[in-house]
């Protein structure tokens, strides 16, 4: 017989723009979906965003999608997807930009965001910064303001985050 009991995870509890990094166990849910520990992850440093219904989150195609989706619906703000050109349904616009060995276009739909919302951009790695800079472009022709970028991986040595200013760029790692 086998005996159910939490799964306890390791993980990174704040995204942060000084880049340091603070590991604590993260609030855990039992089997049942109670929680374990006070309600305490990564979202709360976002707290001095507006917490406006009209805020969306914007994830980059596709890992963009892993972390956008949980951390727009803990921060009650929608999400919408950029992807690569072809891939979404409706109309579209679209922006061209060149990666570190190609190029590519970036396409978001055009009424998923609205003038004058607030945006913030996630994606898992930040490299020379073309795929954010292609996704900011995409929000600032609908007009948004472009909050902050968040990325789970940064490479300091490629100065993508130097595309973005005076945008901030918040990263967990850094390499």
Known sequence: MSRKRPLLVDSVDTWRSDHAVSKSKIPQRVNDGRETEPDRPVHQNFQRFPNERDSVQV????????????????????????????????????VSYTLEYAKAEAEMQEDALSAGQKVLIIDDLLATGGTLQAAYKLVKQQQAEVLACLVVIELKDLNGADKLKPTTVFSLVQY
Not at 62 to 89: D, M
């Open 59 to 94: 994830g980059i195609d596709a890992r963009g999608f892993l972390f956008g989706p949980l951390l727009a619906q803990r921060l009650g703000i929608g999400f919408a997807p950029i992807r690569k050109k072809g891939k979404l349904p409706g109309p579209t616009i679209s």
